[in-house]
């Protein structure tokens, strides 16, 4: 496969450079690109309504040296999961779906295990079903129907709203739900129900055989070569978990729509922006298809996506601000550059000047118990729950690489904390030998802990 050599890409990226004396923002994503090598990053930032920056980085397409513009589509994934469930809540508010219907009301054919599951389990990931694109051949055509037959053979891995477990089987049948209840296929629905009421008018289904304008390119890297994004059947593109291209000023007219509440009632819009609970109390960071969570203090809601050779993150503030970021490379981190972008709009996010505090509540001891546990030979997952365990579970061997690294811990510093019920909340800044970096645990009233994200300077 001829490739392009990472070398020659940055000296393109010197050459589009978005302003001549770029600011911080621009600094941090044209300082990030570089280092990870991404051809184009596509940024919004918006603050109570008002757009701050929508500014394209780089190449849309690397063949043909085509800058990246505001009105670049990009893949966006799983992002597309907000968009199902809003989907799925306003035929809720119709009267037409159920939180509580069982998959057996739409799936008379499937098989008993079923019967338990509810549309809420599905919005929720707690339904036990898994990753139905881990067992298809991403070249062949399915249609829903066989689609939908794959996932009824598949045993639930638990008991349904005993555990939370990603599952994008979940989301591609919440998309043949909404087909069953309508008569329109979900992505037709969507553009009918969310997306012409919102004003994205670029938004649109992944489709590889139509010429699309302003479509960017996705790629992947291997550390020297770029290589174009994988084939995926068109069957495979078209289903609700995320196959959607979209531009930032999509996500303008998304953000305006949240904001004045015009899809959905504020009672469910702030159900889907709830954290859902397991059955033994343990809260999840993750509501009917949003995910949910805090930094420092500050309360957000999200949802990212990676799909051939694209990653995107849409980070909604409960303060205001929102900040999207997009980018044509597979692996890509979008979440470390949100995290970047939004600090320098807040303050108050930046943990890396942040003041320590006090440790009042042991929480330094705690995290030491977390670091010990997570690096032992014998880990023991049992004292995460949810969205945690399966963080925890990541963690462990990304944590033993950035010691391998950037040397040893050396120095822990409280810099937030806070009490929640019986539960608690807190972030520690970490040093090493060459680097620093941040960590925010969040343990629920069962004592268990809930959610736990790790940040490393410059990874």
Known sequence: MRSIHGSALLALLAAVSPLAQADKVDKIIEQYMARRHAPAVELLVIDHGKTLKQTAYGFADLEWSVPATKDALFQTGSIGKIFTATGVLALVQDGKIGLEDPLTKFFPDAPDTWKAITVRNLLEHTSGLGDYDNDVDLHKDYSEK??????????????????????????????????????????????????????????????????????????????KNFSNQDWVSPGLNSTADGTLYATTSDFIAWTKALDSGSLLPARLQELAWTPSKLADGTVNPYGLGWAIGSRLGSDYVWHNGAWQGF?????????????????????????????????????????????????????????????????????????????????????????????????????????????????YEYAVRLTFDKTTGFVQVRSSDTGKIDSIDFEIRDL
């Not at 391998?404 to 904390?417: D, M, N, P, V, W």
């Open 311 to 423: 990653c995107a993150n849409y980070v909604r503030y409960r303060d205001g601000l929102t900040v999207v970021v997009m980018g044509n490379l597979s692996n890509l981190n979008t979440s470390r550059v949100v995290n970047a972008v939004a600090a320098q709009y807040r303050h108050k996010l930046n943990w890396e000047t942040a003041t320590a505090v006090p440790d009042e509540g042991q929480y330094l001891a705690n995290f030491k118990a977390i670091w010990d546990n997570l690096h032992a030979a014998k880990k023991d997952f049992s004292t995460f729950a949810g969205f945690a365990e399966t963080s925890a579970r990541g963690l462990a061997p990304r944590w033993a690489s950035v010691q391998a690294r950037f040397g040893s811990l050396t120095k822990t510093e409280l810099i937030y904390s806070k009490k929640l019920g019986s539960g």
């Open 146 to 223: 066989e689609l939908v037959q794959l996932a009824e053979h598949e045993k639930p891995a638990f008991e349904p709203g005993t555990k939370w477990v990603y599952s994008n089987t979940g989301f591609m049948l919440l998309g043949a739900i909404i087909h069953k209840v309508t008569g329109q296929i979900y992505s037709d629905f969507l553009a009918q129900r969310v997306f012409k009421p919102a004003g994205m008018t670029t938004i649109r289904t992944l489709n590889d055989v139509e010429l699309i304008k302003n479509r960017a390119h996705g790629y992947d890297f291997d550390t």
